[in-house]
């Protein structure tokens, strides 16, 4: 008799596989070959008739010792399927340069200036990755996305990473395989008008045109925000922000919505900011953070405890100006087991033990990053609110480095 199917072969047998790492959707030749070969075994009717003949007890231990078999080739298909997948920290540092994904250009998050040279709050964690990977900060290929282009650009492995104001939702995470490795920077959808326009709630937008950025969560929001409070709007997608901005200040449409802190690093370009308001509502919940393809746990892990390192030197009190003499030892071990003069925490990732001093040194802490590109002394003027370290009462927070 033929065994069941307990195993669909259109799905992977275990998240560390190489099936993960595959961006076409299917699994790797040794996934294909057990799924098809080894889960698809049949045995012959007159081994279940002699079987039968057993005690329970001799039939239990032995369904135990098939289930154990089955259980260790799985886990020994996994194994080889991953170990046969290159790895993306591999790929980087054979390659000399970090292909990092961004927008295509967000004043304070991501933008390139008139020689070409990008800087910003998401610039600065590709930079850190890159000085933690590679010892060279200026060892980044900045790749502009668009809303509709940038996790094409992430799973066909044009990118490495993506640090692009990109909120971390189910969908995204489980359906399209993405990992989100941590969130730096809570944020919330907003609108902005023209004073002019007269308006200074969400709430008295009834029919508005609203400008909105295609391939984004602002689109279902909008529309459930509207929905919910029995109100009309008629659409005015765009594709990049610079086109928001655009056709927003041409007059096509009354609103413009997107992320409040893409909002105010908006208004912050305009000749006149003053002469646009920023509406108090805030419709959603937008954990933005950088993200890494699924299946390749090594890279995720660099990228994520990189970001950590950056939370916890601000929490520690460890700064681009002190890491250089901190690196030297203090009386604090958390802080040693950061920067490598205790333990081997780089060896974990397959680094060396500056690589958390190095990713510091570029352009701060966590803190420093904020203040100097997005915070309330720019002209983006943002408070850290809910992004201030949890000992201030926000909800930046890094689990420890031990």
Request: hydrophobic residues 40%.
């Amino acid at each position: 008799m033929t065994f069941p199917h307990y195993f669909d072969q259109n799905v992977p047998l275990c998240r560390g596989s190489s099936y993960y790492s595959n961006t076409n959707g299917k699994g790797s030749p040794l996934s294909e070959h057990w799924n098809k070969n080894i889960l698809n075994f049949s045995v012959s009717e007159p081994m279940v008739q002699i079987n039968s003949f057993k005690s329970e007890a001799e039939n239990q231990e032995e369904g135990n010792m098939k289930k154990s078999f089955v259980l260790g080739t799985l886990a020994v298909a996994g194994l080889a399927a991953g170990a046969a997948a290159a790895g993306t920290l591999d790929d980087v540092q054979a390659r000399g340069t970090l292909n990092c994904g961004v927008s295509t250009g967000l004043v304070g998050f991501a933008a390139p200036d008139a020689n070409g040279e990008w800087s910003g709050f998401d610039v600065g964690v590709c930079r850190a990755v890159a000085a933690a990977v590679l010892g060279d900060a200026q060892a980044v290929e900045f790749v502009p996305t668009t809303g509709k282009t940038r996790f094409t650009a992430l799973a066909s492995g044009e990118i490495d990473m993506l640090a692009r104001n990109t909120t971390w939702t189910f969908s995204r995470d489980v359906d399209l395989k993405f990992e989100f490795v941590g969130v730096n920077y809570y944020d919330g959808q907003g609108f902005m008008a023209p004073k002019e326009l007269g308006v200074s709630s969400a709430a008295e937008l009834d029919g508005a045109t609203v400008c909105i950025q295609t391939g984004t969560t602002t689109e279902l929001n909008l529309a459930d925000f509207f929905r919910s409070n029995n109100m009309s709007y008629e659409p005015v997608p765009i594709e990049t922000n610079a086109e928001a901005q655009q056709q927003y200040l041409a007059g096509a449409c009354d609103v413009f919505t997107t992320d409040a802190s893409g909002l105010a690093a908006t208004r912050a370009t305009f000749e006149n900011p003053g002469d646009h308001v920023l509406m108090p509502e805030i419709i959603s919940k937008e954990p933005l953070g950088p993200l890494v393809r699924h299946g390749d746990n090594n890279w995720g892990d660099v990228v994520r405890w990189t970001l950590n390192a950056l939370v916890t030197a601000e929490e520690l009190g460890v700064t681009s100006a002190n890491v250089g003499e901190m690196s030297a030892g203090t009386n604090n071990p958390e802080i040693n087991r950061l920067l490598g003069t205790e333990g081997t925490l780089g060896a974990m990732l397959g680094l060396d033990g500056d690589w958390a001093k190095r990713a510091i040194m570029v352009g701060g802490n966590y803190g420093e990053l904020f203040e100097d590109n997005i915070g309330e002394a720019t002209p983006i003027g943002l408070a850290r609110g809910l992004n201030a370290q949890w000992t201030d009462g926000g909800l930046i927070y890094s689990p420890p480095f031990r």
